[in-house]
Structures are given as structure tokens and as C-alpha cells.
């Protein structure tokens, strides 16, 4: 309904992504994995956080949330990951709606999730840390996975026997991310994952973002680093309030100069006139 138009239905703008039709061509467009519809969730009773929101994410997409600080960008992936019973709407993976399922049934269905704090174990090694990611998924080959992510993230590999709780903050990033990959996902969940890393650390992460999806996960990330991550991303929704307030490809929400004005801190620099994101209220 309030969805953002198909890849080929918007402007040139945007990154054609693995799974993705090509913006502006004629394929078709890929397969929704995952869409809210209406979503309505809260903390306490009679305050809903959420006041009906609709994002779709498609197979091979990095979708980026952006909004205001208390926006319900946390409370969104909370709601979708099963860790907040949602109080209205639905939540439809591969069309399946998961709606109040715990979360190890929306893990086992392919979803991974790196929450905005406490991600890691910090008494536990790198390498414990990430065998605990493979328990959410039954007949995981831990040996393998863990090779796998000792390749994407060499660094870990350099420090497998390290506890985390004393790795840096863009390390320890590194070890919630690896552990939610695990799994092998086919959906990764990122909340602020650069939130309060050096400049190279942020750049490094995002680089990772980018391996991760092309690797074939399709990525749902929120983000305060907003300017960098609608870079990279295929589309983009600017959350305000717990509702949806702007939607489109990513470059278009960068260009767009409302967004920009109110959410990004000012204009584009060197922006043009302008293609506007679409305004969903
Ligand atoms: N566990 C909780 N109990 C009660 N209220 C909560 C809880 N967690 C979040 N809230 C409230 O829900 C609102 C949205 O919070 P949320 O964490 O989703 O915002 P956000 O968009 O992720 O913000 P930020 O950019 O600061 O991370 C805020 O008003 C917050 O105070
Ligand atoms: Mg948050």
C-alpha cells in the first residue's frame, strides 16, 4: 500500500543490488521476504510506540530506517524479531505472518538480529561467542561457519581466543555480527551497527554490510549515520513518531531536500534540485 515502488518504477537512483531487478529495466522485481503491515506495538499498556507501520524488504536488498531519536526504529526490529508481541498488524515473512512468534521460531525461519546494545558476551571468547550463534540453527556445521567468518572478518580469526568484553567497540561489532551470521540467515537484522565507532571503524562496518549482502543476505538495518547508510542502501524509510514519513530508493531520500531539512541535518551538499522521496503522510 504505502510501499515504495517497484525497482523499476522510480527514477534511475538507487544501487541494483544481488536478487535485485535492475533499476530501470524490465526485470521483475524480487521476491518480498519480509513486510510489515500496520504495525502497532508498544511498551506500556495503552502507549503504542508504533502507530501502524509498513516496510517491505525484497530478497537482495540493504533497506535502511532512519529517523529521530525515540522514533521506534529499536522497537520496529524488536517487534519483528519476536522480542515485543505486537499489538496490531502484521509482520509477513515470505508472505507467513510471524506476529507475536517467539524468537527462536523467527531465527529458525532465517532471520538473524544484532540489537543497538548489549550484542556480544562479554565474559565469553570470540570464538565461543560465535559457537553460540550457531545454536539457532539445528545442524549448523560450526566448524565450517566459523571459518567462514574468520574469512569475512579476519580480525576475529587474528583474535578467536580473545574475551570480548576487551575487544574494542568496532571489534566487538564485528563479533555480534558474526554471530548473528552464523546461523547462515537469509535476513540480517542490524541495529546501529556503526552507533558510536570512529570514523575508519563506521567505514569499516559499512564495508562489511556491503560483503554481508553480497554475499547474498538481504540486510534491514537502522541507522543514525543516516547520510552513509542511504548511500548504500536500495531504500531507504525515514520513521518519525512510529509512523512512516518518507519512503524511496536511497539516493532519492538523500536528495530529497524535506528529508534532508528535517532528518539528515541540513541540505545535500552539491545536491541538484532535488528527487523528492515519496511522503507517505
Ligand atoms: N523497554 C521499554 N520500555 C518502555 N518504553 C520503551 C522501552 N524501549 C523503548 N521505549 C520507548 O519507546 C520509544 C521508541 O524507542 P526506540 O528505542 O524504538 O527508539 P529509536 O528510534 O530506536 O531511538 P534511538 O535512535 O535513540 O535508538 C521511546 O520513547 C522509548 O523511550
Ligand atoms: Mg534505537
Not at 551497527?193 to 554490510?209: D, N, Y
Amino acid at each position: 500500500m504505502s510501499a515504495a515502488g517497484s525497482p523499476g518504477g522510480s527514477p534511475a537512483v538507487g544501487r541494483a543490488r544481488p536478487g535485485e531487478g535492475a533499476p530501470g529495466g524490465g526485470a521483475a522485481p524480487a521476491e518480498i521476504l519480509l513486510r510489515t503491515e500496520g504495525l502497532v506495538a508498544g511498551y506500556v499498556p495503552e502507549v503504542d510506540i508504533l502507530g501502524g507501520v509498513d516496510v517491505e524488504l525484497r530478497a537482495g536488498e540493504v533497506v535502511t530506517i532512519v529517523g529521530p531519536n525515540g522514533a521506534g526504529k529499536s522497537t520496529l526490529l524488536k517487534a519483528v524479531f519476536g522480542l515485543l508481541k505486537p499489538r496490531g498488524g502484521r509482520v509477513l515473512l515470505r508472505g507467513e505472518d510471524i506476529a507475536g512468534r517467539r524468537t527462536h521460531d523467527v531465527s529458525r525461519a532465517g532471520v538473524s538480529y544484532v540489537p543497538q546494545l548489549g550484542n556480544v558476551f562479554p565474559s565469553l571468547t570470540v570464538e565461543e561467542n560465535l559457537e553460540l550463534g550457531a545454536l539457532a540453527r539445528k545442524g549448523a556445521d560450526v566448524g565450517e561457519r566459523t571459518a567462514a567468518m574468520y574469512a569475512m572478518f579476519p580480525r576475529l580469526g587474528e583474535r578467536r581466543r580473545q574475551i570480548a568484553g576487551t575487544m574494542s567497540g568496532g571489534e566487538r561489532q564485528m563479533v555480534a555480527m558474526a554471530r548473528a551470521l552464523m546461523p547462515s540467515p537469509q535476513i540480517l537484522l542490524l541495529d546501529e551497527p556503526s552507533a558510536g565507532l570512529s570514523p575508519t571503524m563506521v567505514a569499516v562496518i559499512f564495508e562489511k554490510v556491503a560483503e554481508i549482502n553480497g554475499h547474498g543476505v538481504t540486510v534491514l538495518m537502522v541507522e543514525q549515520n543516516a547520510r552513509r547508510a542511504l548511500a548504500m542502501s536500495t531504500r531507504g524509510y525515514v520513521l518519525d513518531l512510529g509512523r512512516n514519513r518518507f519512503e524511496g530508493p536511497g539516493d532519492a531520500l538523500l536528495d530529497d531536500p524535506r528529508v534532508a531539512e528535517l532528518y539528515l541535518g541540513g541540505g545535500r551538499t552539491g545536491g541538484g534540485p532535488g528527487r523528492p522521496g515519496k511522503r507517505v503522510t
